[in-house]
């Protein structure tokens, strides 16, 4: 008599909730809270953050209103010149002769005027890019603070706490900086220097205007 052989295979059911605790106790920020040196270099790295995107947020909008003040400046010094020459060119037609030898106390007056508001602007000017200066080395030491807070949060436990944050400075060659550098001050003092060849325009158009 064959005796028959019967299989028997028994299914272990796996528990899906105990899978997923195992998987996170394994989990970086699991790694992390548990590590009081890492949970705490977390927090403080967080919270520096966090300042500083304020510190950015508020230096952005002292920028703002410096440029506002800039251009407030040129559009008064356009109108003030506006005014000049109207009043200029009602003078002349009045008397003319009178006006041809005292053509020096417009132009004068033009000059005082123009150099005050040409100071003014590029002071702000100056103001700007200093600001400008500062806000783009934050931004670098904040993406430094970033990338480090990222690995930390990726490596655990295994990330090393005596790690600092880097700038990420770039080098510059001196020679490129000094060869751009005339264009370079141009280009951030365009305003003051387009309003600096209107006043050198301005001092022989009053004589112009006066004794034609």
Not at 181 to 206: K, N
């Amino acid at each position: 008599m064959e005796e028959t052989k019967h299989a028997h295979f028994v299914e272990i059911p796996v528990d899906e909730e105990h899978q997923q605790k195992l998987i996170h106790q394994h989990h970086p920020l699991a790694e992390i809270s548990r590590s009081p040196g890492h949970f705490l270099l977390l927090k403080l790295w967080q919270r520096e953050e966090d300042l500083r995107s304020r510190r950015l947020a508020m230096k952005e909008s002292r920028m703002d209103s410096v440029k506002q003040e800039i251009f407030q400046l040129c559009c008064f010094f356009f109108i003030f010149h506006g005014l000049f020459f109207t009043i200029l060119f009602t003078s002349s037609s009045a008397d003319r002769q009178l006006g041809c030898r005292k053509w020096w106390i417009p132009c004068v007056l033009s000059l005082c005027c123009s150099t005050v508001i040409v100071f003014l602007v590029q002071f702000q000017l100056c103001r700007y890019w200093k600001m400008e200066g500062r806000l783009q080395k934050e931004r670098t030491e904040g993406r430094g603070l970033t990338r480090c807070i990222q690995e930390l949060r990726m490596k655990g436990e295994s990330f090393d706490l005596f790690k600092e944050p880097q700038n990420g400075k770039r080098m510059k060659s001196s020679s490129v900086e000094i060869k751009w550098r005339p264009i370079t001050w141009c280009t951030r003092y365009c305003a003051t220097v387009c309003l600096v060849c209107f006043t050198g325009l301005v001092f022989p158009a009053c004589r112009l205007i006066l004794c034609a």
